[in-house]
């Protein structure tokens, strides 16, 4: 019989009773921080897209997003802002189920694909996205804060996932 990796945790939208701890765990894992109103109106115009992961009842990961129109013609695009993970949570599948989770949201909105930024030496979350059929598109020359570059990568919804049919 085959290794079997068993899932503890849960996807389900953010709200706003979650908001300090998904602020708690924005500051633990990303230099990147934002005001609770970024937060807040981020789940009010797209609150499909704002979910978190709990595990025994605690919220232990969340990713953000919002949809936003492309420059050619009224297609929409959705824009992962930030997705998070604490550290003793991750390398579990957590990522890949928030990305999962807000990928399958975005076609509500009707959107015909997602995008985002990452760090270049986040290398772990560049090959998660890899891993899900992302590529990068390009380089931003000292998006960050700090000087450091970022990839801009994107793939096409809907998202087809590994999984296969039982």
């Known amino acids: ?3 079997s990796v068993q899932t503890t945790f849960r996807i389900r939208q953010f709200q706003p009773a979650d908001l300090e701890r998904v602020i708690y765990i924005n500051r633990t894992c990303l230099p990147e921080n934002y005001s609770n109103f970024f937060f807040t109106d981020l ?5 499909a897209t704002f979910v978190v992961a709990e595990e025994n009842d605690q919220v232990v990961g ?3 997003c919002r949809i936003e129109r492309g420059i050619i013609g009224l297609k929409k695009k ?7 993970v604490l550290p003793g949570y991750q390398r579990r599948g957590i990522g890949y189920a928030l990305m999962q989770e807000v990928m399958q949201a975005m076609l509500l909105y009707e959107a015909t694909e997602i995008f ?3 760090r270049v030496s986040n ?6 996205y890899k891993k899900m059929g992302f590529r990068i598109t390009k380089t931003e ?10 990839y801009t990568m994107s ?3 809907p998202f087809k996932s590994e999984k296969t049919a039982r």
């Open 116 to 118: 985002l930024e990452v």
């Open 43 to 47: 789940h009010e115009r797209f609150p």
């Open 78 to 84: 959705g824009h992962l802002i930030s997705l998070a």
């Open 1 to 3: 019989m085959g290794k």
């Open 123 to 128: 290398t772990p979350a560049v090959n998660l």
């Open 141 to 150: 020359r000292s998006y960050y804060a700090n000087g450091e570059d970022a």
């Open 62 to 64: 969340y990713a953000m």
């Open 155 to 157: 793939q096409e919804l």
